[in-house]
């Protein structure tokens, strides 16, 4: 431990944002880095416990407690403080393949469990972690390292979010030779069209990609397996195949007037953004436009807070952003301790964005859409909204959110986005393999394992796991990875964790 007293004498400094009226200017990322030195000192800040809840991922009440890839987050702390960068970098990528996607993106939930944040504030660990991977790359330790042996078996994955990419880096890593399809026109999945600009830019995707291709990886995109590939092929011409591709299902809102033009997916309107901002900044005009538009996001997550900083960035007259949920608390509750997941109010980079331009926070709570209103040419003009409230079921004692009579309300709106989350995989998928679903329509494996009920067909990710986060698709990756070379093999050295 560098600095025993570290947590003592420093206070926590994170990467400034820049502020929200000048960074909707753009859509480039807005946070600016701590210079090294800076970033040492908040290295200092890690207590170097006996139990690092941070790198424990854990199952605590239903939610992760620190982060699922098992990062070795007080070691690394502990390089970054010496200034033994180097070091830090192989200790970071012992366990993560991807640093440069999740030091961006992820929710950081090793400094929800760090147990410095449990009386002050907690250590700047995904700032830290992206501090290394961007000295990794300028000093040139991220540079391409091809395996020197090829071990003559084939894979094909069929996806390229962030799954699929940790699979085909691992099973790369030990000798096979790897195909990955993507159906998109450029590689990444959602973490190329479902996550804006603005918090990945997506150079950072194809930098890491390029590093891959030199690696040896094969990317084929522009191929919808399931259509424009038959899966009988792939099985033929592959020893194994894995499905990574996703949980794009997306559940819908079933309200009278659900036709009216003007309602749309969420992950469409953004992938519609990213791709006209990539293709021509813009200027082609082939996206949906939230410019001058009132504005309606159905869902309080992660996806609606991107449609509110997306839809001011287009220069909305409005954005309004309904939850069906209660608003949490602002501090913990006695009935969520530390080190589970704070369920606490978050006020995200889109709602701040909101509450510059317009005054107020965007989010009205416990209500949903009851109506969409249209006018005699079908366009959406409004919505009818309705409250909710909290019940319990005396004899199965789940509680629900049930309308509240009477409580109906008339809102205008001229673009509806769905932002409700996703249903599970997309079904011409499963049937093109063949493969069997569970209750929640996800492909189905035994617990702990990954290969489907189709022989060396595996299944990792969001179409496995169901939405999930970035950190938990890279180590489903990981392991299917692990899974896949065994079963080749007959054994694995490929680290899970």
């Known amino acids: 431990m560098g600095k025993p007293t570290g947590f003592m004498e420093y206070d926590r400094e994170d990467a400034r944002a820049i502020e929200p009226k000048e960074r909707i200017k753009n859509f480039n990322e807005f946070h600016i880095p701590l210079s090294k030195e800076r970033q040492q000192i908040q290295g200092a800040r890690c207590m170097n416990c006996g139990v690092p809840f941070c790198q424990a991922g854990m199952n605590i009440m239903g939610m992760t407690s620190g982060c699922p890839l098992h990062n070795l987050v ?3 702390n502990d390089l970054v403080y010496t200034g033994n960068w180097e070091q ?3 200790r970071l990528k012992k366990t993560n393949n991807f640093p440069e996607f999740t030091s961006r993106v992820c929710p950081a939930l090793c400094e929800a469990a760090c147990t410095c944040g449990h009386w002050e504030d907690p250590v700047t660990c995904k700032a830290n972690e992206h501090g290394i991977i961007e000295n990794a790359y300028e000093q040139g330790y991220a540079a391409a390292k091809p395996p020197k042996v090829r071990t003559g078996k084939k894979i094909a994955v069929i996806g390229s979010g962030p799954a699929g990419l940790a699979a085909a880096d691992q099973l790369n890593k030990r000798g096979h030779s790897v195909t990955v399809y993507e159906r998109d026109d450029r590689v990444g999945g959602l973490l190329m069209y479902g996550i804006p600009n603005m918090k990945l830019e997506k150079w950072v995707i194809d930098r890491k990609v390029a590093v891959m291709k030199e690696e040896g990886i094969t990317f084929v995109t522009g191929t919808n397996v ?3 590939v038959k899966s009988s092929k792939l099985l033929k011409e592959y020893d194994r195949v894995i499905l990574a591709c996703g949980a794009k299902n997306p559940r819908d809102i079933k309200a009278p007037g659900r036709d009216a033009k003007g309602i749309y997916f969420a992950v469409d309107f953004l992938k519609a953004t990213t791709k006209s901002l990539l293709d021509s900044e813009l200027k082609d005009g082939s996206y949906i436009s939230a410019k001058g538009k009132k504005v309606v996001i159905i869902g309080g997550g992660d996806t609606g807070n991107d449609c509110v900083g997306t839809s001011i960035r ?3 007259a409005s954005v309004t952003q309904l939850e069906m949920m209660p608003q949490a608390p602002a501090k913990r509750a006695e009935n969520n301790p530390w080190p589970e997941w704070p369920k606490v ?8 964005e909101a509450i510059a331009v317009f005054g107020h926070d965007p989010r009205i709570y416990q209500t949903t859409v009851k109506e969409f209103l249209k006018d005699k040419n079908g366009n959406l003009c409004g919505l009818v909204t309705v409250k909710l409230e909290p019940k319990r079921d005396e004899k199965t ?5 049930t309308e509240v009579a ?3 309300q008339k809102m205008e709106a001229d673009l509806v986005l769905i932002a409700a989350g996703f249903l ?3 079904k011409y998928v499963a049937d093109a393999f063949g493969v069997d679903l569970n209750g929640r329509t996800n492909v189905a494996t035994a617990e702990g394992a990954y290969e489907t009920s189709v022989k060396n067909v595996f299944a990792a990710g969001d179409v496995h796991r169901g939405q999930s986060l970035v950190v938990w698709a890279i180590r489903e990756g990981r392991e299917v990875a692990r899974e896949v070379d065994e079963s080749l093999m007959g054994y694995s050295y490929l680290e899970v964790q």
Do not use: F, I
């Open 74 to 76: 007080p070691e690394w």
């Open 406 to 408: 009477g409580s109906e």
């Open 424 to 426: 599970g995989t997309e």
């Open 226 to 228: 399931g259509k424009d």
């Open 314 to 316: 287009h220069g909305c």
């Open 88 to 90: 830090a970098y192989n």
């Open 345 to 352: 109010l978050k006020t995200d980079y889109g709602q701040e």
């Open 397 to 401: 004692g789940r509680v629900t959110m």
